[in-house]
């Protein structure tokens, strides 16, 4: 049992890196430009240039992916120097430092050719100094040195290069300045440490928006779940009692079209319905800074189209998997021996016929994500799946390999849970 | 299913009448095909559905006065009318038009350029895709077994192991929308399923007796998976592509719905719901309101179709 969980976990891992690689090429491998889409089309090449150096997509793919990966703090605190830290200003933004041995927190800008290091104390001033001893000169007589600047980058400055940049800020625009590093390392922790880099299309760190999106989707998700999930068993259950029945018949077809009908077509239905004709519940999801638990009444509807498409499936199952059990000799024989009906249902028949769902169910965490992100869509919720969708449409690189990591880990543990789930339901499972 | 195709044909004037004789068997073929159609009731409603959604696709240009781009400037968003049956959209573009048009896209046509498109929707050609593919992978690994069938199997895995949906925007983000990648998009996504249905189905087959009998004679391995094997698999093959009709259908709508679909302003069932949900509550649901329909009954169709069907076979065996 020990070696069936073990290996299944590496074969976990296995799928996890393979399909982060494969979500890393596939959307950098992009034709779409993401410079023309942050930037807009009136850049100039040297911006654009400026702006894909800063933003490290000028390094090799390989490189982005560890760094995206594992982060790239260790690799400039070793060109640096310096131990890295990263805080949380006081304005909320995060920032990166070196950190000192007297523990002061320094970062540096260049000033002509005088370095300048900005040192935060620890009471949180900070103050300005003239750092050229730290300027090291190499054989050719070049002086240069590994720093961090003020914009969260790992730079390397050479001496009376005096290069000129363009620096793009988010809502404010472009400034060009001069005492520009030769080399830029974006500054990160990585996606294995919870920090899979900044939007590209909201100059936040993903995280901080990626994490409440995820939170409001696994609230529409374990609603919904937890209403699906026993209506449909019962029904299913129901159905398949009499096969060929009108109750059976009038469940699985009805079952049948909620779960092949498109999400967002059931969602419009629900929506012309309920909110416009019968003015019952409102027809859109507009939470502003309140959490969706706040609105139930909003979640109405989005809820209402998950369960209608869920409920339609689980039962189908269900219903054979009843079907199949009551075909089985086991159950004549309990019949022919005379037991009372429901106690024949009820302890020989339903536990045989609720294993094959179960496993199916957590299976379909797959599917139930799809669904949830039409249905987000449609009711405007602000989920994991808009936020995705959002994000794919402007190639904002870092925040859709977030999202689609946090997808596949989701449904691959499901799958995992589900395999060690199954083995412990049906004891007649080998497992090698 | 018990379709043994033998030719029963008379033995006298078999020699002179070979060509009405074949054209006779053809239609006898189809006439079975119906009438095992028709002898479920589930069956048969699914049929009239798809059929009348083909028919209009098919003879669209001839069922309606306008073009699915023509912009009636004097009324936007207007409901049904004696001019426009269903109404208008945002752009004064007549919906039933849009609608027929938007049915010729998913089943009768593939527009491969503005101009240039080929025959056979894009749906079916998403379907047709990866089942080749699918059918190809399956027999193989199924057939070879081995490192094969351990390399193959486990890609697939990992293939399923992604969210469709995320496959769907991973895939669409990086080719853009068009018709074409729509397809690649489908056959990416299909292929697994299908390799695997393959690979069981062949797994069982091989083990019989006409199989063996090949392989004793040396025939080649190419010859005994594709006309040994295949046609003995069909009929779960069939079934199956039928749902998978429905399913890609459904995939366009939601791509299409996503903004990921058919790039605009081609007539396109999902785009038209995702622009027309804006003005629903603005007081005119129509152009959201028809395509819905649409979309739901071709899909609910062809469900009621292929179940039908799989009721029947189930009843012979």
Known sequence: MGKFILRRFLLLLLTMVLVSMAVFLITESSPGNVARNVLGSFVTPEQEQSFLVQMGLDKPAYQRYVYWLVGSDWHASSKTGFPLRRITSEEGFEEWWALRDDGSLVRWKLSGDDLISVVK???????????????????????????????????????????????????????????????YLPLKKGFIRGDPGV???????????????????????????????PLALVLGLLAGVKEGSFKDRFLSIG??????????????????????????????????????????DMLILPVLTLTLIELGYILRITRASMVEVMRAPYIRT??????????????????NALMAPITVIMLHVNWLMGGIVIVEVVFGYPGLGKYLLDSALFKDINALQAGAMILVLLAVGTQFVADIVYTFLNPRIRYT | MNEKRTTASPPADAQTFVGSDETRGILRGLSRGFSFVLASKTATVGLVIVLFWVVVAIFAPFLTLYTPYEQDWMSPNAGPSSEHILGTDELGRDLWSRLIYGARVVLVILPITENFWIPGGTALWGVLIALLIGTT???????????????????????MAVPIILLYLLIMASLGASAINVVIAM?????????????????????REYVKSAQTRGESPLYIMFI????????????????????????????????????PPSPDWGSMVAKGREFILMGSPWASLWPSIAIASLVVGLNLLADGLREESMRYQ
């Open chain 1, 334 to 351: 309990a019949f022919l021996k005379g037991l009372p009906y429901w106690r024949i249902i009820v302890r020989h028949a339903v536990r």
């Open chain 1, 255 to 296: 079952g049948m079209t909620f779960s092949v009908i498109p999400e967002f077509a059931t969602g419009i239905f629900l929506i012309l319905i309920m909110s416009v004709w019968l003015g019952l519940v409102p027809g859109a999801t507009v939470f502003g800074e309140k959490a969706p638990w706040q609105r139930l």
């Open chain 2, 228 to 263: 040994e094997i295949l046609p003995n698999a069909r009929g779960p093959i069939i079934v199956d592509s039928m749902l998978r009709v429905g399913y890609a259908i459904f995939a366009m709508g939601t791509l299409g719905f996503l903004g990921l679909g058919m790039p």
């Open chain 2, 137 to 159: 992978l399956g027999l193989v690994s199924g057939y070879y077994g081995a490192w094969i069938d351990e390399l193959v199997m486990r890609l697939l895995d990992a293939m």
């Open chain 1, 121 to 183: 104390q620890p009471d949180g001033t900070t103050s300005e100094h003239v750092d050229n001893d730290a300027w090291s000169r190499d054989d050719s007589g070049v002086s240069r040195f590994w720093g961090i600047d003020t914009r969260n980058h790992a730079v390397l400055w050479e001496k009376g290069s005096d290069l000129k940049v363009w620096t793009f800020i988010m809502g404010t625009g472009w400034m060009k300045t001069s005492g520009g590093p030769t080399e």
């Open chain 2, 187 to 207: 056959t990416i996504v299909g292929t697994p399923g299908i390799a695997r249905l393959v690979r069981s189905l062949t797994l069982d087959i091989k083990t």
């Open chain 1, 199 to 229: 939007s590209l299309r909201t100059g936040r760190p993903v995280s901080k928006s990626l994490f409440p999106r995820l939170r409001n989707s696994l609230v529409l998700a374990g609603i919904a779940f937890t209403i699906v999930m």
